[in-house]
């Protein structure tokens, strides 16, 4: 017995529900990354015994699997515990176990049930698609987390030639993995490759218009996001993306609308942002520069930091990929340690964007602090250093 059919289906709703009741905007940087937020912390660090097994006759396993297919997933857990128990080396009930812990939001037991799983068969299927759903969609969204979903969900796809109906769903976690990467050309493809085989599948629809989004595509973007309107689980952001669509155009009025309607559908995932005015935001830029340590503001001297209201298109589409329409800031030029060819003066400069910082936090304390997290990001970008390394220092 195979859970591959209802239990991933049940994979993916669960991926729906995750995806669209996320919090606010994330922040990101010119490289469009997330900043990643901590995992919780177990409510409890003692658990409650399993009841014993209904095996109903048949194997402890087939009996997790059968209710891992019936959504009974504290029998499923109970029942592929003791499969795990009398066969150690069995990767499929690590697997089955790391299902059912999952389904029950017992994640950090899920992620050692999963790593035991394919340690024993990295190759496993049900083990890679729980693990990459795990890491993807259901654990808080980080760059770490991201990646593994990532990579797992890339495993899979590399080999599901054996259980081609499973490609789907390898592809969408990827999907959602890649665009939480700021990867959105391989989001893109993956979303595609769901769509080939179900031209209307909503939650592929999604990841394909975000991606569109982010690729600076923005007429495809605009006709992929106007048919998520009336879907019950998208259509707050795709009102949403509408008003970041229209607003680039200009059409403040049309865009608002569209804003107002992502807050009456999802007011949670889209609070009023705290919009400063053009001049208070300038006031806070400057103070966030003056308060620069000295050798940052020796770095800075000659090169402007700039306060505007959107990224516009030629610095989008300034490198390949484009830079994602979402970003907080921007470093113009080269770096310190490099030479300016001579064709614009000054030839490095910083911008800071008004209205996209304060989409990306909730309160006004929280916009002075990402106002002096997105600086630094630049400045770290003026002395040389690439994204991998700003990352790595916490200013992703």
């Known amino acids: 017995m195979s859970w591959r059919g209802s239990f991933a289906l049940c994979l993916l709703l669960l991926v729906a529900c995750q995806r669209t009741s996320a919090p606010a905007p994330s922040p990101v940087s010119d490289a469009g990354m997330a900043e990643a937020p901590t995992s919780p912390e177990p409510a409890s660090s003692v658990a409650e015994p399993l ?14 699997l059968g209710y891992l297919e019936g959504g009974k997933y504290a029998e499923a857990l109970s029942c592929a515990a003791q499969a795990s128990a009398l066969d150690p080396d069995d990767a499929t009930a690590h697997a089955a176990r790391g299902n059912a812990l999952a389904a029950l939001e017992r994640t950090a037991e899920a992620q050692v049930a999963y790593a035991r799983a394919l340690a024993l068969h990295p190759g496993h299927l049900d083990a890679l698609l729980g693990a990459a759903h795990l890491y993807a969609v259901q654990l808080p969204s980080s760059r770490e987390f991201d990646e593994l979903g990532a990579l797992y969900a890339e495993r899979g796809l590399s080999q599901v030639d054996e259980v081609p109906e499973m490609l789907p769903q390898f592809a969408l976690v990827a999907a959602m993995a890649l665009n939480d990467l700021g990867q959105a050309g391989e989001a893109l ?8 085989r179900e031209p209307h599948h909503p939650e592929a629809s999604y990841e394909k218009a975000l991606a569109l989004f982010e690729l600076c595509r923005f007429r495809e973007a605009r006709t992929a996001f106007t048919g998520l309107l009336n879907d019950p689980a998208h259509g707050a952001h795709a009102h949403y993306h509408l008003g970041l669509l229209l607003e680039r155009e200009g059409k403040w009025k049309q865009a608002r609308e569209h804003f107002d309607k992502a807050r009456v559908l999802a007011p949670r995932d889209f609070p009023e942002p705290p919009l400063p005015s053009e001049a208070e935001f300038r006031e806070e830029v400057a103070r966030t520069v003056a308060a620069l340590p000295k050798d940052m503001r020796d770095d800075l001297a000659g090169v402007p930091v700039r306060a505007e209201e959107l990224p516009a298109d030629d610095d989008l589409l300034s490198g390949e990929p484009p830079l994602s329409p979402a970003i907080l800031g921007l470093f113009r030029g080269p770096p310190l340690n490099e030479p300016c060819d001579g064709t614009e003066t000054p030839c490095r400069s910083v911008a800071l964007y008004r209205l996209n910082l304060a989409r990306a936090v909730r309160t006004r304390e929280e916009l002075r602090e990402q106002i002096k997290v997105t600086l630094l990001h630049e400045v770290g970008h003026l002395r040389g250093e690439d994204d991998q390394e700003l990352a790595a220092r916490g200013l992703e």
């Open 189 to 196: 493809q993956r979303a595609q490759l769901v769509l080939a």
């Open 51 to 64: 009841l014993p097994c209904q095996a109903n006759g048949g194997t402890p396993l087939d009996a997790a």
